[in-house]
């Protein structure tokens, strides 16, 4: 089971339709044009699932710096 109501965000995002929080059990690998300066992934593409990774590998700094 990976649906959960609390939430990893320090702010609750603002999103304007439904959405399911899910726990970071999972880790995919993303493909993106560029990173913007209010750090969203400009058009994002799911390219797969990685096995290999555990979600505490994950960081996003890497792609920030």
Avoid at 4 to 17: D, V
Avoid at 48 to 65: H, Q
Wanted: glycine residues 0%.
């Amino acid at each position: 089971k990976i649906k959960t109501e609390s939430l990893r965000f320090k702010a609750r995002p603002e999103i304007q339709r439904k959405v399911t929080w899910v726990l970071p059990r999972y880790v995919c690998e993303v493909e993106f044009l560029e990173l913007t300066k209010d750090k969203k992934l400009r058009a994002p593409v799911f390219k797969r699932l990685r096995d290999d990774k555990a979600p505490e590998e994950c960081s996003c700094y890497e792609i920030i710096s």
